[in-house]
């Protein structure tokens, strides 16, 4: 019986997409309870079980990888399965940006009475007035949003700097492994996770002070919900990453990639640069314009 490992390879049956839909589940729902002043304890409960079920899925692609169980055309579908992935993820965030243009280039007018729009002003708000962002002041008393919007310059600025160095030091760390310089790959990537957790670190304390300070929150109409829900799911995105990189970290202190072989380490460099991408966007349009 030859030794050849077959074409491609069919995993068993897994516990993990189960396991990674409970995580998924309980997370959504603690983010609704705390968001409603609930306890949080189901929010930290779902974000264990994601984390977990990401730690254990990648254990077992990680032993099947090392197995030797993958052959050149598996390494072609995952390279396809990645970038469909990336695809899927650029269509998520067009479709939150598609709301914030739609905002902020039809709605908003209309609401003021621009395109023929006089009779929709007058019924709906008569005393609006197109401004972005949406802010509670005494020329726009009709409605009932933050007191000050987010500043570009400050912790959003910082942010921007962290994540484009960590495109610059993952992309040293990939050099790195080309020229199978262990210390060059190894230090580039910690520096890199370093970084990611930097990132959210001074995520934390800026939605601390738009919630705090601003009076910038998730239900200071449309500003507030567009904020959050792009800033948000882009956090949540980074969070993700971070764990990714660590993970390939551990798996390089270990040797498991070569100049030849190293699908995974690229599989999560393109995630994080497409990460990088969607923050310059973010901060161009939700934060600079």
């Not at 603690?30 to 779902?46: C, F, T």
């Not at 709605?107 to 009475?113: F, N």
């Not at 210390?183 to 800026?206: K, P, W």
């Not at 200071?220 to 882009?234: A, D, K, N, Q, R």
């Amino acid at each position: 019986m030859s030794d050849t490992p077959p074409s491609y390879y069919v995993p068993p049956h897994s516990y993990w997409p189960l396991v990674g839909c409970i995580g998924l589940t309980t997370l959504a729902l603690g983010v609704v309870l705390s968001l409603r002043g609930g306890s949080s304890l189901m929010l930290l409960a779902g974000i264990g079980i994601t984390i977990f079920m990401l730690f254990g899925w990648f254990r077992d692609v990680i032993r099947e990888s090392m197995s030797g169980l993958y052959s050149d055309q598996m390494d072609r579908s995952f390279r396809w399965g990645m970038a469909w992935f990336i695809f899927s993820e650029v269509m998520f965030f067009a479709a939150f940006f598609g709301v914030l243009f739609y905002v902020r280039i039809f709605a908003l007018p209309w609401l003021d009475g621009a395109s023929n729009n006089v009779m929709t002003a007058e019924l709906l708000w008569p005393d609006f007035q197109n401004m972005w962002p949406l802010l509670t002041n005494p020329d726009n008393s009709a409605f009932n949003g933050p007191q000050q919007a987010m500043g570009a310059w400050g912790l959003p600025a910082l942010n921007t700097g962290i994540l484009l160095i960590s495109g610059v030091t993952l992309t040293v760390a990939h050099w790195g492994l080309i020229k199978n310089n262990r210390t060059q790959l190894i230090s580039g990537l910690l520096a890199t996770v370093l970084l990611g957790i930097a990132f959210v670190f001074f995520q934390i304390l800026e939605y601390g002070h738009a919630w705090n300070d601003l009076g910038l929150t998730i239900s200071s109409g449309i500003y507030g919900s567009t904020f959050y829900l792009l800033t948000g799911f882009h956090g949540l995105h980074v969070s993700i990453g971070t764990i990714m990189l660590l993970i390939i970290l551990i798996r390089c202190m270990k040797g498991h990639f070569s100049k030849e072989q190293h699908f995974g380490f690229e599989a999560v460099a393109w995630y994080w640069h497409f990460v990088d991408v969607v923050w310059l966007l973010l901060f161009v349009f939700v934060y600079w314009i």
